[in-house]
């Protein structure tokens, strides 16, 4: 089973994820902002993680900085979602794997998990 760590301050948008993610067959954690979702990262191993951009304590471009410095990490596909379109470019950029808009499509990220992890 494929597993996914959904980074997201919203408490709304991280239980609504958790659960759809969970009914596609995806086991899934949550974590509150970047600090919280590196150590979960650790325990967890997560095959990709869905990332906001707007976070307390460390924001998304800061998760990925971070991820981009750590090997591990490093190597998980990231997809942001965000409601700010105008960051497109900047995390492209960054590497990201796909790049999400609030509100999103559930079949647009359906498909862009399977076809990060495939």
């Known amino acids: 089973m494929k597993k996914i760590l959904v980074i997201d301050d919203d ?16 086991l899934v954690e949550a974590a509150c902002d970047g600090v919280e979702g590196l ?22 471009f800061s998760f990925v900085q971070e991820s981009k410095a750590n090997e591990e990490i490093e190597s998980v596909p990231i997809i942001v979602l965000t409601s700010r379109e105008e960051m497109v470019d900047i995390f492209a950029g960054e590497g990201v794997s796909g790049y999400l808009i609030k509100p999103y499509n559930e079949e647009e990220m359906l498909e862009k998990i399977e076809s990060c992890l495939s």
Do not use: A, H, S
């Open 11 to 26: 408490p709304q948008m991280r239980k609504m994820l958790v659960t759809r993610l969970g009914k596609n067959g995806y």
């Open 39 to 60: 150590e979960k990262w650790k325990t967890f191993k997560p095959n990709l993680i869905i990332l906001d951009v707007c976070m307390p304590n460390m924001d998304g």
